[in-house]
């Protein structure tokens, strides 16, 4: 099973409108992170967010974590065309090194 | 340039084969994992290892098997005893506390 469930599985806007996307998780975790998939590619590291961090910003992107509801969302503001891609959560459980990723959000942004 | 690299690209395999799948870095990363993704899917987790000779399953390790016999490579191999193995396979490698992890490109396996 899956640690990661991102909410929605899909999401469509016009650029330079704001994209949000949540994640939820069941267990203690140390860190949460967020991913960034182009299409038949591989992942590519976005930000990580500490279990006692509560808001992280990196350019455009602002993520949040509320470990009191096990959950997290990116921002991405003013949305560009090139932010077209999949974007997934991934956590490393407080009991070891082990990265479990959620299943994603697609995200296209119309110019 | 430091980067993690998978091959091949692409992989074709009749029924009944095995097929290794080659993943290196040379990032000096401690740990290495393996997922597998079908379409429109997330990322599910075959194999991970934290240290050379050291590998633990995981949440879908049944007809895989993997060996960590130098830090810098972590080969997969799907065995004929998997039985859906058409997917997407990612390698990924980290420090060893798993706070930024870099994929290589991916090999894409189809059973012919």
């Known amino acids: 099973s899956q640690q990661g469930e991102e909410d929605p599985q899909a999401l469509s806007i016009q650029e330079g409108e704001n994209a949000t996307m949540n994640c939820s998780y069941k267990t203690s975790i140390n860190n949460l992170q967020w991913y960034r998939q182009n299409s038949g590619r591989g992942l590519v590291h976005l930000i990580l967010?500490?279990?006692?961090?509560r808001e992280k910003h990196s350019g455009r992107l602002r993520v949040t974590l509320d470990t009191s509801k096990k959950s997290s969302s990116l921002l991405i503001t003013a949305s560009r065309a090139a932010d077209t891609a999949s974007y997934f959560c991934?956590?490393?459980?407080?009991?070891?090194?082990?990265?479990?990723f959620g299943g994603g959000t697609r995200v296209l942004v119309k110019p | 340039d430091g980067g993690i690299t998978q091959s091949p690209k692409y992989l074709f395999r009749k029924e009944g084969q095995n097929v290794t799948l080659s993943c290196e870095q040379n990032?000096?990363?401690?740990?290495m994992y393996w997922y597998r993704q079908d379409p429109g899917q997330g990322l599910r987790l075959i194999y991970y290892s934290q240290i050379v000779n050291d590998f633990q399953k995981g949440d879908i390790a049944e007809g895989y098997s993997v060996s960590r016999e130098k830090k810098e490579s972590f080969p997969l191999t799907v065995t004929s005893a998997q039985k859906n193995p058409t997917a997407f396979y990612l390698c990924?490698?980290?420090?060893?506390?798993?706070?930024?992890?870099?994929f290589g490109q991916g090999t894409r396996l189809t059973v012919v």
């Open positions: 991934a956590t490393e459980a407080a009991a070891g090194n082990k990265l479990t």
């Open positions: 990924a490698s980290s420090t060893d506390r798993a706070l930024e992890a870099f």
């Open positions: 990032l000096n990363h401690d740990a």
């Open positions: 967010i500490r279990s006692n961090e």
